[in-house]
């Protein structure tokens, strides 16, 4: 099957754009992961997002090269009956590419599954959730040597893959592959969204940063919605067209501007301090008080009344496990009771504070 020259451009150019973006955002959470930890301290993570460059640079090459190229040993008989020995060598490259473009997605988007999943780790450790986490991790790992045994033994001889006309419809098609690809693929997925959502949901914060914090996760849903369009457009015989390509990296794209957007997000609120206030209210003191947050939300966010500096341990710093209503007894002696979801449980200061349930506390200097 062939293409025509505007979907050809039209293709070159949504999946170069798409790469600009997704390579912006990987920088930009580097830097910003670097510039709060220090390149010592970068997490697991972090590291394993630097993987992703290859895979995701190797991705959009091969599928421009598929289709730029003179396409694979997909073919209609038309042009089966029209092919020269020009096209046949144009369509045994295209046909390698595809291998590789197969192998590529899988090493791309597992990675990035693995990097949102450490994530949820550190978001739901000391909860019931987090062995939710944990088994789902093992489950990817699962589903990722299955789609390896699965793509290197669908199609027998390995070279068919290549060969031009393809001799055996899995070698073309990778059908039993895609199946075993998608299965784990989008079961991974729901499991993490259904996992996740409720439980963002019950963080109590203002409905302001609820939304934005929602919306980020929520965009997994995307990410499901486009790994199934890219099994209809590859498997459904009447649907069956290189459409399935665009819907390949949108899928990758989407996935790791998801992985990336929680440390990017931190670094947009340092930038721009006027985003962490959204949605809170003033301070009250027991005596009556009001006290303007943007005058004590700062203050407490880096230090405990003139104590240690605070560490965050998570991307989400501003968001705990299930919120707290806090009480902090200032240097003054004064009572102040805040209506602030404080991430308390992720943070970790000289004293190694860690509360992990929704309980009433003061803070006296470094006393509790």
Partial sequence: MSTSQSFNQEFKIETWTLYGVGMLAIFTRLASQTRKLGIKRLRTDDWLIITVIPWYTLLVVSINRIIIGGGSNYMTPEDIAALTPQTK????????????????????VWTCKICMLLIYRRLTEGLTQGKIINAVLVYVAVGFVACQIALFTTCRPFSGYWAVPAADDQCWSYYNFEIVEGTFNVSADLVVLLVAIPLLMKLRIPIQQKIILVSVFGMGVFVIAAAVLTKVYSLVPDLVSYSYLNWYFREASVSIYVT???????????????????????????????ENRKTWLPQFGTNFSGGPDVEFRDDLEMFGRLGMTNSVEGVDGRSKDQGLALSVSEVSTSDHLAVYKDVPFIIAGKKI
């Fill in 89 to 108: 060598a144009d369509r045994t490259s295209g046909s390698k590419w595809v291998l590789v473009s197969e192998e590529v997605m899988v090493l791309c």
């Fill in 260 to 290: 990336n957007l929680p440390a990017i997000w931190a670094l947009f609120r340092d930038i721009f301090p006027a985003v962490k206030y959204w949605g809170y209210p003033s301070r009250t003191y027991s005596d009556g008080t009001v």
